[in-house]
């Protein structure tokens, strides 16, 4: 692809508001779904464990705030350092960094000490995925999120993804449109985001947010054409491939959930139009990249910004199964988070049958810790594990599992600051010695 391939907007950007950035992007407890008290836990589905041909053994522990000694629960041979072969790609464990919006990217833009943090997180055979990386100037809802519709932020990206590279690790792009999640500062020329709805994002945090506009049908295809481009742009900068971001409350979610989406279009109502929308730009984005460098993060379980549906068990396995036929790498699906510290909230929904129905290699991500992950693993619930605030303080974490050394830990107050160095590159490694 040639740089004149990559777009860039027309639109100038507004200066964001500083009480919206203050709201960073996970914070309410409002967004994470269900209660303690409506919960039942996970187990893995039984034709997962079948198929592995092990007693589950499933156990969901406490990581605390990520600073304690975690329990020994067989160093001798530890599922999560096992290889797997993700497609084409040869990974040689199975510890992913999550995707983790970092607001270190001042103006849209990537910069240089990015690739300090993501060569630190980097293992040969290792899976990154990069923070949300908008597809367009409409994208955006946080200051200071990398974009990848412009020649200055592809060519911002070459050097930290070439970082990666130099260590061996595989590295996915996950990008992403904000949708309702939003407010007019964020927006070209001050206008409203846009939505599956114009319904506003029903949160305790409601006045940040600027009611959205409904986009029209036949806008649609201009914001499919988005994820196509950043998608292009995206294997320009060198990335082995995208991640979809499906996931909590943002546009794709505002179309898949029946509790934001109200269209009465082909793009809602029926389980099989909310879907339509993720699956075009699915189907655009295998188009133009290849199937086997596409994954999509999906949270049909979760109510991120009141992006809830009433049966999250059909949504899931619609999707895989439609996925299935699109051919794409991996599923990615995240489970509710502990949202405060001694309290864990736990799915009550059973992601078996989408584990099953899924073709391609599945991934799962939400509050696992070393026991939680090699369970997971070695009863078939799932073929990866990706890790976001343990691998955010612990550079090393793959390392530290093999071992079961003890883990730094995260802090949350430095998640979002836009220093350099702080809560970014500054978590110390193990020492060479143990
Ligand atoms: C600081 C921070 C930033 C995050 N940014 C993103 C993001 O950009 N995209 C995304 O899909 N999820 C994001 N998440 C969610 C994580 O990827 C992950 O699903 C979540 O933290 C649960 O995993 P954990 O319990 O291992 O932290 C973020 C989470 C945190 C803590």
Not at 56 to 63: K, L
Not at 171 to 188: A, D, K, L, Y
Not at 300 to 326: T, V
Request: proline share 7%; hydrophobic share 35%.
């Amino acid at each position: 692809m040639t740089a004149s391939s990559v777009t860039s907007p027309a639109t100038t950007r507004a200066v964001p508001d500083p009480d919206v950035l203050a709201l960073g992007p996970f914070l309410s407890p409002a967004i994470f779904g269900k209660r303690a008290d409506q919960s039942s836990p996970v187990r893995p589905h039984l034709g997962s464990i079948k198929r592995q041909g092990r007693d589950a053994n499933w156990g969901r522990g406490r990581d605390g705030d990520g600073g304690e000694k975690m329990s020994n629960d067989g160093a001798d041979a530890v599922p999560l350092l096992t290889p797997h072969k993700m497609g084409r790609f040869d990974l040689s464990h199975r510890v992913v960094l999550a995707p983790l919006t970092r607001q270190r990217s001042y103006g849209n833009v990537p910069q240089p000490h990015a690739i300090l943090y993501y060569q630190q997180r980097t293992t040969k055979g290792g899976l990154l995925i990069a923070e949300a990386t908008g597809v367009s100037d409409t994208a955006q809802g946080y200051k200071d999120t990398p974009g990848i519709w412009t020649k200055e932020q592809v060519q911002a990206w070459k050097p930290i993804v070439d970082g990666v590279h130099a260590k061996g690790g595989i590295f996915f792009c996950q990008i992403w449109h904000v949708g309702r999640v939003s407010n007019s500062t964020f927006q070209p020329n001050g206008q409203a985001p846009v939505s599956s709805t114009d319904k506003p994002v029903n949160s305790v945090h409601v006045a940040k947010f600027t009611p959205p506009r409904r986009l029209e049908t036949g806008e649609i295809p201009l914001i499919i054409n988005d994820f196509r481009i950043a998608a292009r742009n995206a294997i320009e900068a060198g990335f082995d491939g995208v991640e979809i971001h499906g996931a909590h409350g943002y546009l794709i979610d505002q179309f898949l959930k029946d509790q934001v989406n109200d269209r009465t279009d082909k793009y809602g109502g029926s389980l099989e139009n909310r879907c339509r929308f993720a699956l075009e730009i699915v189907e655009a984005v295998v188009d133009e990249i290849g199937p086997e460098k596409v994954g999509i993060r999906l949270s049909p379980f979760a109510n991120y910004s009141g992006a809830a549906d009433s049966n999250p068990e059909a949504l899931g396995l619609y999707m895989a199964h439609e996925l299935n036929k699109l051919g794409i790498l991996y599923c990615h699906v995240v489970e509710p988070r502990k949202v405060k510290l001694g309290e864990n909230f736990e799915n009550p929904y059973n992601l078996g049958p989408m584990r099953d129905a899924f073709k391609g290699t599945i991934i799962v991500a939400g509050n696992y810790n070393r026991k939680d992950g090699n369970n997971a693993i070695s009863s078939g619930y799932a073929d990866l594990i990706a890790y976001g605030r343990l691998f955010l303080s612990n550079p090393d974490l793959p390392r530290r599992f093999e071992i079961d050394a003890s883990l730094n830990k995260y802090n949350s107050e430095t998640f979002y600051i836009p220093d350099p160095v702080i809560g970014y590159t500054d978590y110390p490694f193990l020492s060479s010695d143990i």
